[in-house]
C-alpha cells in the first residue's frame, strides 16, 4: 500500500498551502506569543510535508535528510525562543506580542 | 483505500491546525498541535517514510510540544483572559492568509509534470538509506547542526538565567 500510485502530488501541494496559510493566519490572527510559536511550527510542518512528499515521488532520500535539519533546527528555536518569552514574562507579567513593541524606542 | 485514508488524514490535519489557531485556551491549542502533528506522522506512513513517521513523533509530540506545556503551566497561562485583536485585524489577518493561499495554489501549478530521476523504489524512507545519504552526502551539516544545537542550549540556559552579570 502506498500512496504514490493512487494520489497525485498535486494533492499534497495543496494540503501543505492549506496547512502553512494556516500557520499565517495563526501569526497574523493571535496576540498570545506561545500561540505564535506554535503556527511558526504549523508552517515548518507544512514544508516538512511537501519535501517529504517530493523525496518519495522523485524517489531521493535527500529530501527526507532535509527534514532531519528542519527538525534539529525548530527544537533549537524552540528552546531559545522559549527561553527569550520567559524572560519577556519576567519583565512584563504577559506573554502578549504587543509588550515587544516598546524595542521601537 | 488510500485514498480514503489521505482524504481522512488531510481533514484531520486541517481541522486540528485551524482549532489550534482558533481556540481560546493555550493549553488547548497544544493539545490540538500534538494532533495535528500525529495527522501529519500518518502521511508520512503513507508516504513510505517510516522511519521519519517515527521521529516526528518522537521530536515532535514528545519534546517539543511538552516544552510548550511545560512553558505554557509555569507562566500559568491556562486560562482565557488574553486580549484578542481588534474585529478590523482579525478579518484583515483572515483576508492575508487566504489570498497567500491563492497565490501559493496558483504557483505551484504545473509541479504535477516532475519526471523522477531514479526508478521507484519501496525503502527510501528505511533507516538504512537515510543514513547512507546523511553520513555519505550531508556529513558537514550533520556536524554543523550539533555545534548549532549546542549554541541553542547555552543561549537558552544563559537566558533562562535570573540576571545576567
Redesign the interface.
Known amino acids: ?11 499534497y ?3 501543505s ?10 501569526v ?5 506569543a ?2 505564535i ?3 511558526i ?2 508552517m515548518l ?1 507544512a514544508v ?2 511537501l519535501l ?11 529530501g ?2 532535509f ?3 528542519i ?10 525562543g ?6 519577556v ?1 519576567r519583565n512584563s507579567k504577559s ?2 506580542i ?1 509588550i515587544l513593541s516598546k524595542l521601537k524606542g | 483505500m488510500t485514498t480514503y485514508l489521505f482524504y481522512f488524514l488531510s481533514f484531520l490535519a486541517i481541522m486540528f491546525a485551524l482549532m489550534v489557531v482558533l481556540s481560546k485556551n493555550p493549553i488547548h491549542s497544544v493539545l490540538y498541535l500534538v494532533l495535528t502533528f500525529f495527522a501529519i506522522a500518518g502521511h508520512y506512513v503513507l508516504l513510505n517514510a517510516q522511519f521519519l513517521a517515527a521521529v516526528h513523533i518522537i521530536v515532535y509530540a514528545g519534546a517539543i510540544m511538552v516544552l510548550f506545556l511545560f512553558v505554557i503551566m509555569l507562566l500559568n497561562l491556562n486560562k482565557d483572559t488574553e486580549p484578542h485583536k481588534s474585529l478590523w485585524l482579525k478579518g484583515s489577518a483572515a483576508v492575508a492568509s487566504g489570498s497567500l493561499l491563492v497565490i501559493l495554489v496558483g504557483s505551484l501549478r504545473g509541479a504535477e509534470q516532475i519526471i523522477a530521476s531514479n526508478p521507484y523504489s519501496n525503502s527510501i524512507g528505511l533507516i538504512e538509506n537515510l543514513g547512507q545519504t546523511l553520513f555519505k552526502d550531508f556529513l558537514l551539516p550533520f556536524e554543523v547542526a550539533s555545534i548549532l544545537l549546542l549554541g541553542a542550549m547555552v543561549g537558552a540556559v544563559m537566558l533562562g538565567k535570573k540576571s545576567i552579570k
Open positions: 500500500m502506498s500512496a504514490i500510485q493512487t494520489i497525485p502530488i498535486n494533492w501541494l495543496l494540503l498551502a492549506v496547512l502553512f496559510s494556516i500557520g499565517i493566519l495563526g497574523l490572527f493571535r496576540r498570545n506561545i500561540i510559536f506554535m503556527s511550527e504549523l510542518n516538512n510535508l517529504v512528499a517530493f523525496s518519495t515521488y522523485l524517489s531521493d532520500s535527500k527526507q535528510v527534514v532531519f535539519f527538525m534539529a533546527v525548530a527544537a533549537a528555536e524552540v528552546a531559545v522559549l527561553a527569550i518569552l520567559m524572560s514574562y506573554t502578549d504587543n
